[in-house]
Structures are given as C-alpha cells and as structure tokens.
C-alpha cells in the first residue's frame, strides 16, 4: 500500500533553534499533503494544506510566518518550525493524498508516523 | 463543529469481536464514512470507508445503517495490537484549499484486556 515516509521522528532541541520536518510519498505522487499537530491526550489538528506547487492555506489561528510550508515536488514536503519555543512542543503528523484525489473524498489520506519535537 | 459522535472509550476482551459505534445524524447523501486509527505515538492509519453498502477488508467491518445516520465498526477478534483510538469520519470540503480534509474529533479509546 501507499506509505508516507516522516523524518525525523524525533527532535530534541533547544530555544529559538528553527527545525525542519520532512514528509514524503515514497510510492505514489502527492499532490496535496497536509500537516497536522496534536497535543497529548488531544486530537489532531490541521495546521495547513499544501498542494505541489503553490502556497499552502493555513488554518485559522496558525502563523504561517512560524510554520513555513514547501511542498516543491510530487514526493516531498517540508515544515520549518522558525524560532521554535517550548510551546511549540508537540506531536507533528503529515499526510498525503494522490494525485486527482483533491475533489474526491472516496480515497483514503496516508499519513507518516508523525515527529515529536521537543523544545528545551 | 463536530459531525460525528462517539463514546470516549470502549473496552474489550481479547479474541472478542469489538462494536465501535458511531452517530453522523446530519451525513449528506455524498458523504463517505471513514474510520482511521491512532496507535499510541503514531500517526493515525486507515481503517476502512464506505457510502451505503456494509463493507469489509482484512482489517475490519463497516456496518452502515439504513439512514446512514449512524455506523459500527467491527473488528471480528481483538488482539492486544488493537488497542488505539478509533476516529470515525465524514470529509470536509475546505473550499479555500481546495480539497477535502479530514477533520479528527476526539474519537473512541479502545483497551484490550489480555
């Protein structure tokens, strides 16, 4: 089956230090990926839809000046944590849908193991 | 705002088939109900999907009622593997991004008793 490939899976790191977070589709072309966050013993939130090759839509209440998004290929999308915080501390997960899934909600999201960041 | 509900956990003996019950009273004829599972410190995996018909794979049943107001999912004999949080799911359309979304409530926290 599809597999989303998440690295690192785990960031320790200190204040004010910017972290980048990788997701890739490693056996199908992604043209939407999104990236969601989720605090313990809390569900997951979407954070930001990216589509290859434009800008992503963050969701209401996410900086996007904090959280940059670049999903520049088919296979590969990246989020930068700029100047991260302890409150920035959390579970983040990605996800990726095929290519002409945009608009059809009878396909399955695959989603990568997730990369627990931890800021000192 | 939350379409669907679900209780906050279930628990279920080993080898025992398991229930998972689920309303979405205001599903739309177009609507797919989706179940997706988060094992601890994982991202979440999908289970299963369907519109009308019950539907069935390696991993689960998905029963649908007649109305679709609500579902079951049924998985045949718990294993210890299978303790996680059952998310069930109706996708919605994010007009801005332009494309569907999953959006997660708080789903169904199963335990399974060795």
């Known amino acids: 089956g599809a597999v989303v490939s998440q690295h690192p899976s785990r960031v320790i790191c200190k204040s004010g230090t910017s972290v980048k977070i990788e997701c890739r589709s490693l056996?199908?072309?992604?043209?939407?990926m999104f990236w969601y966050r989720q605090f313990p013993k809390q569900s997951l939130m979407l954070m930001a839809t990216?589509?290859?090759?434009?800008?992503?839509?963050?969701e209401q209440g996410v900086e996007k000046d904090k959280f940059l998004i670049n999903h520049a290929s088919l296979t590969l999308s990246t989020l930068t944590v700029t100047s991260a915080h302890p409150e920035d501390s959390s579970f983040y997960i990605c996800?990726?849908?095929?290519?002409?899934?945009?608009?059809?909600?009878?396909?399955?999201?695959?989603f990568g193991d997730g990369t627990r960041l931890s800021i000192l | 705002d939350a379409k669907t509900t679900q209780p906050n956990s279930m628990e279920s003996n080993e080898e025992e088939p398991v229930h998972l019950p689920c309303n979405h009273s205001t599903i739309s004829g177009t609507d797919y109900i989706h179940w997706y599972r988060q094992l601890p410190s994982q991202g979440p995996e999908y289970v299963i999907h369907g519109l009308t018909s019950n539907v069935n794979n390696r991993m689960a049943s998905l029963a649908i009622a007649e109305d679709r107001k609500s579902s079951t999912l049924i998985l045949h004999r718990a294993t210890l593997r299978d303790a996680a949080v059952y998310y069930c799911?109706?996708?919605?359309?994010?007009?801005?991004?332009?494309?569907?979304?999953?959006?997660f409530g708080k789903g169904t926290k199963l335990s399974v008793i060795p």
């Open positions: 990216s589509n290859e090759g434009s800008k992503a839509t963050y």
């Open positions: 799911i109706l996708r919605d359309l994010n007009s801005g991004a332009g494309s569907y979304q999953l959006t």
């Open positions: 056996d199908f072309q992604a043209t939407t």
């Open positions: 996800s990726a849908r095929g290519h002409g899934q945009a608009w059809d909600s009878n396909q399955p999201q695959h």
